[in-house]
Structures are given as C-alpha cells and as structure tokens.
C-alpha cells in the first residue's frame, strides 16, 4: 500500500504492529546519542540530524504528493513553524545532546523520560488549577524516582554528580512540555507542519554552528550516526507513530507501548554502549513508569 492511499477501517493488529515498530526504532536512540556523541559535538549532531529529518520529511511529502503545500502554505503558517521549530527541535534537543554529552546515557534517558510530568504541571499552571490528590501522588512517585537517579542513590543528600548535566535534562523535558502544548492548537497537518518546523530549524543551526567555531567537518561515524538520529529519532519513526494512531481502534492501547520504550532503551544502552546499569537507574525507572502509569489511567478514566 502506498503512502498516498487512503487507510482501511480500523485495524488493532497494524495499528499495534506500527506502535511496536516505532517504539522499537525510538528505543536504540539514546545508544546512538551516545555513541555519536563520541564523535561529534551535540550542535554538530542536531545539524545534521535535523538535515536528516527535513529531507525524510520532505520526501514523505512528495510521495504523498503533498510538497506542494510547502510552497502554497501561508506567511502565518511559517510564522507557527518559526516559534515551534525554534523550542523543538533547536532548544529540546539541544537540551537533551548536551545532558547526554555529560550524562551517562542511562541517566539522561531516565530523568528526560520525565517530561509527562512536566506537561501535567505547566498544564495545571496555565489552567489555573492545582493538580489533584491522585495527580499529586503520582508526580511525588515521578520525583522520587528522578531524585534516586539524578543523586545516583544518594537520596538522602543533596549531592549531584553533576549537576549541570541533571538541569540540561530536566530542562529538556520543560522545553518538550512547552512544545507540546503549544503544538495542540496547531490546525497544520501533522507530517507537513512537523517538515516546516524542521526546515525552518536547519539554518538556524548551521548559524549555530558557525558562531560556536566547532565547525560542519565530521568523520563517518558520527556522519552515520547522525543520519540515523534524523531518521529514527526525529523523522520516519514519527510517521509510524501517526499511522498506528490512524489505524488504532483504541488509541490507549498503542499509547501504552511507549512505556516498553524507556526499558528496552536501558537494555541497549548496556549491551551496545557497554554502561553498567547502576542500581538507582533500575529503581528510578520503574518509580518514574510507574508514577506516569498512574497518571495516564487516570486522564483515560477522566475522558472515558
């Protein structure tokens, strides 16, 4: 079936093949952070990374035949791409290159997959309302387990390791939130406003890197790595998440795919980076899941 045709009625099975697929591809990333990290600088990375992403983009487009609503779209809509595109991908990933870069990828991982959290607070915030008593429980479980991996088990003392790396993590989960709920009045489709925010973002970047004097010249592994950030993290695996979207007949179910993501992430990291799983990222991680876990079946017990 082609990108182009029209998707059948709903289908449970592709819609969780899809999710699976795109939680699979989401979960070798953070290796590749890491690994591409070793070899190039977190701007170099995003750069290319987002060249990448905007290239596979566009070529999704055309095959939709959709590349010509780049052309056709209003001042207004760049103006959203320009706003959305400069917090995410610049600012979030930025963010997030720069935490893995003084992280162990482990801990990065663990304290950016917090940022539900975060939504559900700057949400409260911009309401007006002060979270529940489940709510409130469930983000108290969230920072108990952040605390445990961001002290590396010291839970009891106010000692990071390094704190800098903590608050660039911690801060890329406020720059995704931001994005997100930004993002919920967007009225552009999907995959094409998701391009324009990338094109938009990549000569931003190159500015960036020039200005920070690392320059454009990498080596061909962090070349490869790159590349594959852009597709995996930030392009093609985004489309698979749409399409089990599209084909879901319960949405929730492919929703809580994302919670195998996260675990299989901590697994690679181990096997393909070589980290020794530390025992406050296996305890963190499941106060953060779990606290995350309860918060999603509440909102799904709220809407149902």
């Known amino acids: 079936m082609s990108i182009r045709e029209e998707l059948p009625v709903r289908d449970q099975r592709k819609a969780v093949a899809f999710g699976l697929a795109a939680v699979a591809l989401w979960a070798t990333v953070g290796s590749a ?13 995003l750069f290319y990374a987002a ?47 720069f935490a893995y870069n003084r992280l162990p990828a482990q801990e990065a991982l663990v304290l950016n997959y917090s940022w539900p959290l975060m939504l559900m607070l700057l949400n409260a915030l911009l309401q007006r309302h002060w979270p529940r008593g489940r709510d409130m429980a469930a983000g108290a ?21 390094d704190p800098l790396g903590v608050a660039l993590a911690l801060a890329s989960t406020v ?46 592994c962090a070349a490869m790595g790159c590349a594959y950030v852009g597709a995996f993290e930030m392009g093609v695996t985004f489309v698979l998440w749409l399409m089990a979207l599209r084909y879901a007949s319960n949405p929730a ?5 994302s919670f195998l993501a996260p675990v299989a992430s ?39």
């Open 51 to 97: 060249l990448m992403s905007a290239f596979l983009l566009v070529m999704i487009l055309a095959c939709r035949g959709e590349v010509g609503q780049l052309f056709a779209a209003p001042a207004g809509s760049w103006r959203r791409a320009a706003l959305l595109g400069l917090v995410n991908p610049v600012a979030y990933y930025l963010l997030l290159f």
């Open 141 to 161: 479980v969230c920072y108990a387990g952040i605390w445990c991996v961001a002290t590396r088990g010291d839970v009891f003392s106010l000692h990071f390791a």
């Open 33 to 45: 952070f890491k690994l591409t990290l070793r070899h190039a600088t977190p701007i170099q990375l």
């Open 253 to 257: 179910v492919v929703g809580n795919l």
């Open 175 to 220: 720059a995704w939130a931001v994005s997100w709920l930004a993002g919920r009045s967007d009225s552009r489709p999907p995959v094409l406003g998701l391009a324009q925010n990338f094109l938009v973002a990549v000569p931003v970047l190159a500015v960036v890197v020039v200005v920070t004097g690392g320059g454009f010249g990498v080596n061909g």
């Open 266 to 304: 901590l697994f690679l990291i181990h096997l393909v980076v070589g980290e020794p799983l530390k025992t406050s990222t296996l305890i963190g991680l499941p106060l953060i899941v779990a606290g995350l876990a309860v918060q999603n079946w509440r909102g799904r017990r709220e809407r149902g």
